[in-house]
């Protein structure tokens, strides 16, 4: 079989051979809930300082898994600690270097994707359509994907995430992760040879 053609959305970044889309992967809907104002600054914080640096333009934060019925308790949280906008159950603002946050307090996949489809009410449904209405405002599919849990299962709270990104995983709490854990799944990242899906003939 040959090789398939870097040509995905991931590919196409202006950021080439690097990051433009990072998506962390971590905690519960509980756990976001129950952690303070200055819990959530110190915790974007340290994801901020880890990721600005690989020169991504998008961050997207989102729970592992999780019940619903607490995103407006986490909204009240996030927007006190850092400020920005909410559409529904997404919340975005500008940190360092112009780096693009979004906090998506979805903790299932399915539901993200069944959301964005009816929001669409499209005839002609295509990948450029459901990714507009998914990812905003990061509008490439992403790079890559920390995911804090064990390698033996794939978080619910992922879905359409998964189609063209590379995925680390580091079995460290959600709370305790620092800025060393992010910096060496960036690094591995960076080490592999991204295929997209594709194979070596």
């Known amino acids: 079989m040959a090789k398939r053609p870097a040509s995905t959305p991931a590919a196409q970044t202006e950021n080439s051979g690097g990051l433009a889309h990072v998506l962390v992967c971590g905690g519960t809907t509980f756990e976001w809930s129950d952690a303070s104002a200055q819990g959530w600054k110190s915790q974007l914080d340290t994801l901020v300082a880890s990721v600005h640096e690989s020169g ?6 989102c729970p592992y898994a999780g019940d619903a019925g607490l995103e407006d ?14 559409v529904g159950n997404r919340i975005s603002f500008i940190a360092q270097d112009g780096l693009v946050v979004v906090v998506d307090m979805c903790a299932d996949g399915r539901e ?5 489809v009816a929001w669409l009410k499209a005839k002609n449904l295509d990948e450029a359509k459901l990714r507009a209405a998914m990812l905003p405002p990061g509008f490439a599919d992403p790079d890559l994907i920390l995911i804090f849990g064990s390698p033996t299962r ?7 995430e998964l189609s063209y990104s590379e995925l680390v995983f580091l079995d460290v709490s959600w ?3 620092n800025v060393e854990h992010v ?3 960036i690094d591995d990242f960076q080490r592999r040879d991204r295929r997209f899906g594709g194979v070596d003939s």
């Open 56 to 61: 991504a333009r998008w961050m997207t934060v």
């Open 154 to 160: 794939i978080p619910p709270s992922l879905m359409w």
């Open 183 to 185: 910096q060496m799944a």
């Open 175 to 177: 709370r305790k992760c």
């Open 112 to 116: 993200r994707f069944a959301r964005s």
């Open 73 to 86: 308790i986490i909204a009240t949280k996030v927007l006190q600690a850092c400020g920005g906008q909410r």
